[in-house]
């Protein structure tokens, strides 16, 4: 059974930095690509960034280009994401999801971001 778990979520001021943490168990993690995507309130769910299986290629929605990086530790079968510069449009609830092949197939649970202006 595959789980992804997020953590690291939490409130903070505009102008702050969080880092995100999405912990993958059941699914091969090498071999997978992962994702982060978020959802505002009344808003429909968005792309925020991904890194590709085996090369690691980075890509990133306009909103977040400079500002977050995502990054992933195969040995630890953990993808994070470092969010700084961190404004009041970026809160949402941000999940972590892993494509074993094409679509995204698997989804955590969610973790809040708040960005207090």
């Known amino acids: 059974q595959v789980q992804l778990v997020e953590s690291g979520g939490g409130l903070v001021q505009a102008g702050g930095s969080l880092r995100l943490s999405c912990a993958a168990s059941?699914?091969?993690?090498?071999?997978?690509?992962m994702g982060w995507f978020r959802q505002a309130p009344g808003k429909e769910r968005e792309f925020v960034a991904r890194i590709t299986r085996f090369y690691g290629t980075t890509d990133y929605a306009d909103s977040v280009k400079g500002r977050f990086t995502i990054s992933r530790d195969n040995a630890k079968s953990t993808v994070y994401l470092q969010m700084n510069s961190l404004k009041p449009e970026d809160t949402a609830v941000y999940y972590c999801?892993?494509?074993?092949?094409?679509?995204?197939?698997?989804w955590g649970q969610g973790t809040q971001v708040t960005v207090s202006s």
């Open positions: 059941g699914l091969t993690f090498s071999r997978s690509t």
């Open positions: 999801a892993g494509a074993a092949g094409g679509d995204y197939e698997y």
